[in-house]
């Protein structure tokens, strides 16, 4: 590399919960620079999943945590020429990249939802996350199983 590394940027913690996380998946959320509508969504979804998960005694940000952790990819494949062919080598994620892969697949399978407005849909995806069912989930175990099928070809790492 010719150039330097650029600088880490640090967030700063949103303002209800003082989480760094959070702040990181609003980011993602947010369309057009409007960060207080994403803020807005988010918050309306943490209080539909505390209503919806009423027998469970998690507060909703664990819930949500706890979704995120469940859809959270461990291996990915990646294409790898090697002779005139090109092989579909699993490789390990790295901690950034795997938490930057589970927001945004929470987040776009909750947009392809069908629901009324957004933190509606939202919900409903934590929830699914939650109880390890729904499209993000079902996203992850489909990167898993073909990472699985390719694991001869793992020699291929670089």
């Known amino acids: 590399m010719r150039k330097s590394k650029p600088k880490k940027r640090h967030l700063l913690p949103d303002p209800k919960f003082g989480d760094t996380l959070v702040t990181v998946f609003v980011n993602n959320l947010m369309l057009d620079g409007k960060k207080s509508v994403a803020y807005t969504i988010f918050y309306d979804s943490l209080d539909l999943v505390e209503k919806r998960m009423k027998d469970n005694e998690l507060p909703p940000l664990e819930v949500w945590k706890k979704a995120l952790e469940k859809i959270t990819p461990m291996v990915e494949v990646k294409s790898r020429r090697i002779g005139g062919a090109t092989f579909q080598v699993p ?48 996203k992850k175990e489909d990167t898993h199983r073909m990472a699985e099928a390719n694991r001869a070809f793992a020699h291929f790492r670089f």
Do not use: C, Q, Y
């Open 91 to 138: 490789m390990e994620i790295r901690p950034e990249r795997k938490n930057a892969i589970s927001m945004k697949n929470m987040i776009t399978f909750a947009r392809k939802r069908s629901g009324k407005s957004m933190s509606d849909k939202l919900a409903a995806e934590i929830v699914a996350a939650f109880n390890e069912e729904g499209g993000a989930f079902k």
